[in-house]
């Protein structure tokens, strides 16, 4: 529709999730007449995050050093591992102000028509994790939907014979819904209510 540089960033703007054609134009627009200095921080805070953001060797959530910052937390035990999709539902979580145990963030949940099975996900990683010995209780907090509960059905039959309690967020969580989208009490809530499966 465009010529040349805002054609090409309205094509880049429109590739990323929720950003429909009429928005990336609107965006790309607001760029071109925005302060150079405006435009020179977003630029630079593209770049860094790619340069500097990284997976936490111990439980894949985003970090920016070997391990991230609740992984390095000295205050936080090691009996309790919550185990999330992604590590957008890290912060949800830590938002309730429930939880201080520890996290491991699968990549994704079991979804066979995307054809992403248990060895597409941090799985492998989860079991060396509780192999260790030190977690008492492995909280399963993926989403409350269909690829969310076959993920959390999965990992309980997997965990359960060796002796460590499997439990699930109680409900009242959105059925068929993702766990960011909960607002901070309900998933509080579910945090406090979670039941063993
Ligand atoms: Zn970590």
């Keep these: 529709?465009?010529?040349?540089?805002?054609?090409?960033?309205?094509?880049?703007?429109?590739?990323?999730?929720?950003?429909?054609?009429?928005?990336?134009?609107?965006?790309?627009?607001?760029?071109?007449?925005?302060?150079?200095?405006?435009?020179?921080?977003?630029?630079?805070?593209?770049?860094?995050?790619?340069?500097?953001?990284?997976?936490?060797?111990?439980?894949?959530?985003?970090?920016?050093?070997?391990?991230?910052?609740?992984?390095?937390?000295?205050?936080?035990?090691?009996?309790?591992?919550?185990?999330?999709?992604?590590?957008?539902?890290?912060?949800?979580?830590?938002?309730?102000?429930?939880?201080?145990?520890?996290?491991?963030?699968?990549?994704?949940?079991?979804?066979?028509?995307e054809g992403i099975g248990p060895d597409n996900l941090r799985i492998r990683e989860l079991m060396t994790r509780l192999g260790g010995g030190a977690v008492r209780e492995l909280i399963l907090a993926t989403d409350p939907n269909t690829e969310g509960e076959a993920t959390a059905t999965y990992l309980a039959l997997m965990v359960k014979p060796m002796g460590i309690a499997v439990t699930r967020l109680a409900s009242g969580l959105p059925v068929g819904g993702d766990l960011e989208y909960a607002d901070e009490i309900t998933l509080g809530r579910a945090f406090e209510g979670r039941r063993a499966i």
């Design 1 to 113: 529709m465009y010529e040349g540089a805002i054609q090409d960033l309205i094509d880049e703007l429109g590739r990323l999730p929720g950003v429909g054609p009429k928005s990336a134009q609107r965006i790309a627009f607001h760029v071109l007449s925005a302060d150079p200095a405006d435009v020179n921080r977003l630029a630079g805070a593209l770049r860094k995050v790619k340069d500097l953001v990284r997976f936490c060797t111990t439980c894949y959530n985003v970090a920016e050093s070997e391990q991230c910052r609740i992984c390095r937390d000295p205050r936080r035990t090691d009996e309790v591992l919550c185990v999330v999709e992604e590590p957008k539902d890290v912060v949800a979580i830590e938002r309730t102000g429930e939880f201080r145990g520890r996290y491991h963030v699968l990549g994704g949940a079991i979804n066979p028509l």
